[in-house]
């Protein structure tokens, strides 16, 4: 398992992995939004927390076709189907390497992005709780999502079609956390329920991940 | 008969060649009873019922919103059921159901949403807001689209009835996951649940609930696309399972040469 993970990882910092995609496409959406809806201040202050957590899940949306389709193509999966390591723990690898090279980085440059959109003070470690808390269901839900489509020639749009429903009540709520801390009001239930739904996806939908996996590979 | 004798009964419909009789047999009976019901209750409802005091002549949109709001959901439901058969019991008929009904939930959701938006245009002075009820309806209408485009874009159709089968199973718990964040979300112009509440025709609670005028004309409409909706569901099921037979009957020819 240790050594998936490892060459998971090696994969994605290595030239051609894809890592950074997502971290510079989070940027270059942060820095349009200005652009799009004007430079004033209050404005900016007032929809940061919405704008950083879409930007987030769009960066994570935009990472999920390579997760499964590059082993996939060389045939590793089939190899890994094989191996002696069930295919629920090599799905939990596989969107565990997802969230340290995608997730997590998003995580860390989340405040310094937030600067740029004159978020409040007390929302800054709102923001990086409640995308810590996140991320990892993002990165489970689309491992889901690719698992689905990763036969598919052009399964990339689909991809996210199939997603974007899933990732609603994880947004509603990660949302809510961020804005509710930003303008100072008490975070706990949306926080709780942020923390309910990473948790439960993050022990069952491996299991419909894998099985959808194998019907994939039979 | 006994009840295990009946149970077994149902599952000879998944014979395809005996689903196809009988559903041929049955099928004028629930095309003519809903074209029936459908002409009765909405002429009823649109020409013999009074205008309501508040709303006017507005309230009569009530006749397609309702009904077709609540078949878009049974529709979901009844795609969940026979998903659900196809993964234990591998009855290509019930894929078939399923991937039959899902365009016409799309219709449906559809129908819901636009005839919404027009009754909302005059009642409350917009035609859509965030409200947690619309809201749900577009994210079914979003899982109703996932479901159809996966469908259409796998080549192998066992394949595809397995894999939407689990999205379907998956997309059912995010989709009552999504209807509760939702409702947390924001709150609503719409009103709560007013036709179908026992409490409400026996007078136990006194909450508002849609007047007896309305209620009858409206039942026989939903009874109506209750019938329709079975109907639609089994002529396309039956569209499936020939389509399906000619591409074997197509195959076998390019085999022979």
Redesign the interface.
């Known amino acids: 398992m240790i050594a998936l993970l490892l060459r998971d990882l090696k994969l994605a910092f290595r030239a051609g992995g894809g890592f950074g995609l997502g971290l510079a496409f989070f940027l270059i959406v942060t820095v349009l939004v200005p652009f799009s809806v004007g430079p004033q201040s209050s404005l900016l202050s007032t929809i940061a927390p919405g704008v950083l957590w879409l930007g987030a899940l769009l960066a994570c949306l935009l990472s999920l076709d390579r997760l499964l389709a590059l082993d996939w193509e060389d045939g590793s999966l089939d190899l890994l189907a094989t191996a002696p390591l069930p295919l629920e723990s090599v799905v939990t690898i596989k969107a565990l390497a997802h969230w340290l090279t995608t997730g997590l980085p998003l995580v860390l440059a989340a405040p310094f992005l937030g600067v740029l959109l004159n978020l409040p003070v007390p929302g800054f470690s709102w923001l990086v709780i409640s995308l810590l808390l996140g991320t990892p269901a993002m990165s489970v839900i689309g491992t ?1 999502g690719a698992a ?2 990763v ?2 020639k052009r ?1 990339g749009l ?1 991809l996210s ?2 997603v ?3 990732y ?2 994880t947004l ?2 990660g949302a ?1 956390v961020a804005r509710r801390g930003a303008t100072g009001m008490e975070t706990q ?2 926080l709780l ?1 942020l923390a309910g ?1 990473t948790a439960a996806t993050v022990a069952l ?1 491996p299991f ?1 991940s894998a ?2 996996l194998r ?2 590979l ?1 | 008969m006994t009840i295990a004798a009946k149970a077994n009964a149902l599952w000879e419909y998944a014979n395809p060649r005996k689903f196809l009789a009988t559903s041929e047999r049955v099928l004028p009976f629930f095309w003519i009873t809903s074209a029936a019901l459908l002409v009765v209750g909405l002429t009823w409802g649109f020409f013999f019922t009074p205008d309501d005091y508040k709303q006017g002549s507005t309230v009569k949109i009530i006749y397609l919103h309702v009904p077709a709001a609540l078949m878009a959901i049974n529709c979901w439901l009844m795609m969940l059921a026979t998903s659900l058969v196809w993964l234990v019991r591998r009855h290509h008929v019930s894929a078939l159901a399923a991937r039959a009904a899902a365009p016409i939930g799309i219709v449906m959701t559809l129908i819901a949403l636009a005839t919404g938006a027009i009754w909302g245009q005059p009642m409350w002075g917009t035609w859509w807001a965030w409200d947690p009820r619309l809201t749900s309806f577009l994210i079914l209408f979003l899982f109703y689209l996932g479901y159809v485009a996966l469908w259409e874009a796998i080549e192998d159709p066992d394949t595809a009835a397995d894999l939407t089968s689990v999205l379907c199973l998956v997309g059912s718990v995010f989709a009552i996951l999504s209807r509760y964040a939702v409702n947390f979300w924001n709150q609503g112009l719409h009103q709560g649940a007013s036709v179908m509440r026992a409490g409400a025709v026996t007078g136990t609670d006194t909450q508002e609930k849609v007047s007896n005028i309305y209620f009858y004309p409206l039942l026989l409409c939903i009874v109506g696309f209750v019938l329709l909706f079975i109907a639609l569901v089994l002529y396309r099921t039956g569209t499936e399972i020939r389509a399906r037979r000619i591409n074997a009957l197509l195959a076998r020819e390019r085999v022979n040469g």
């Open positions: 889901f689905l489509t036969g598919l399964g689909l079609l199939l974007l429903p899933l609603v009540p509603i709520f809510e239930t949306p329920m739904i939908l419909a099985a959808v019907i994939n039979r």
